[in-house]
């Protein structure tokens, strides 16, 4: 090791090594008591406590590691670099001594250089050390690794060892992998109805663009539909749409409300009375009587369903805000200035 070389570098002078750091195997590696109390707090109080023999040398022991990590360690202490190859060979052993003398600099490279070395057969023994070297980013990787192979870790001979010997441990990451199977379904949920909410959102657009400009096959009443017309943006949910309208209009079971894909329909218009603010102007059938029918029974609404027209808006709402800006000003709402009651659909001719 050049030690005394690198102190020079950073003393400016040159000064022989003050301080021995003994490793297990009696290897004596020499330092500079400056440089070391300047890295570390923790070799810096050893430095100062008073000697019990009055002898010419300063020794400081660091037993119980390989005698090749700790010169990796003191030779970090003093160039603040650490090879790709000390980290392969002593990452783990360089984690350890950075947590136990105060090297944050260290501390960081070793939980990075750790974490890209994770295997499913070294995994448990990192996050032993992790958790013992209070190193959060490390260990949650470490959790995640073992959360995601469980069925590969568990045949390894760091799992059996951990089962025998630290069943705390082996409860908190079997809780963790509960909690994490728990959030991922939630988050499952959510993005399913964020899916669905953004389906009724695009329905209500297609709804009222049949109603008030028609679409291939259905239109208002005072508008003849043709099959010249191109397919709008939205074609698909557009089309599906239309085809709902024609079974409810040809439909002989919805009178006794014996249909569900009338009752979908009838939820679809009464969904859409809920949101539209243009009640008065509204060519979409039975919005005004939907939102009468609603005030009159404004004290017994239903929550589930109020819940629902809010998530509906503010999916409509993260959809516009979506849209290119130009696009919105291209695609106003539009408003009509003519007043209807119950309107109807012309389907291919035929007035319902």
Request: proline residues 4%; positive net charge; glycine residues 4%.
């Amino acid at each position: 090791m050049k030690l005394v070389s690198d102190a020079d570098q950073v003393s400016g002078e040159i000064r022989s090594p003050d301080v021995y750091i003994v490793t297990s195997g009696g290897v004596r590696i020499p330092a500079h008591a400056s440089v070391l109390a300047s890295v570390s707090p923790v070799l810096e109080n050893i430095l100062d406590r008073p000697r019990k023999y009055r002898r010419s040398e300063k020794i400081i022991p660091i037993l119980g590691v390989r005698c090749d990590a700790v010169s990796a360690f003191v030779r970090f202490l003093y160039s603040s670099r650490c090879t790709d190859e000390e980290m392969e060979a002593y990452g783990i052993h360089l984690l350890a001594l950075s947590h136990v003398f105060l090297v944050p600099q260290l501390k960081q490279r070793c939980t990075k250089g750790l974490a890209d070395r994770l295997t499913n057969d070294n995994v448990v023994d990192v996050l032993q050390l992790a958790r013992l070297c209070d190193a959060p980013d490390l260990y949650i990787k470490c959790m995640r690794l073992i959360s995601d192979q469980f069925k590969t870790v568990e045949k390894t001979e760091g799992w059996k060892f951990l089962q025998d010997h630290d069943p705390h441990l082996e409860l908190e990451i079997l809780q963790f992998m509960e909690e994490s199977e728990s959030r991922k379904k939630l988050i499952r949920r959510r993005r399913e109805e964020r899916c669905l909410y953004l389906q009724l959102s695009e329905a209500m657009e297609c709804l009222e663009h049949i109603c008030t400009e028609g679409c291939t096959s259905v239109g208002p009443y005072d508008m003849e539909p043709t099959a010249k017309k191109g397919p709008c943006g939205k074609f698909s949910t557009c089309h599906g749409l239309q085809m709902l309208i024609k079974h409810f209009a040809a439909c002989k079971k919805r009178v006794n409300g014996g249909c569900s894909r009338c009752k979908r329909m009838w939820q679809l218009l009464r969904l859409h009375s809920s949101i539209c603010e243009h009640t008065d102007s509204c060519k979409v059938p039975l919005c005004r009587q939907f939102k009468l029918k609603a005030q009159e029974e404004k004290k017994g609404e239903d929550s589930r369903w109020k819940l629902l027209v809010r998530k509906v808006v503010s999916a409509n709402a993260m959809s516009s805000l979506s849209l290119p800006k130009r696009k919105r000003e291209e695609e106003p709402k539009q408003t009509l200035d003519h007043r209807h009651g119950i309107r109807s659909f012309r389907l291919e001719g035929s007035i319902y």
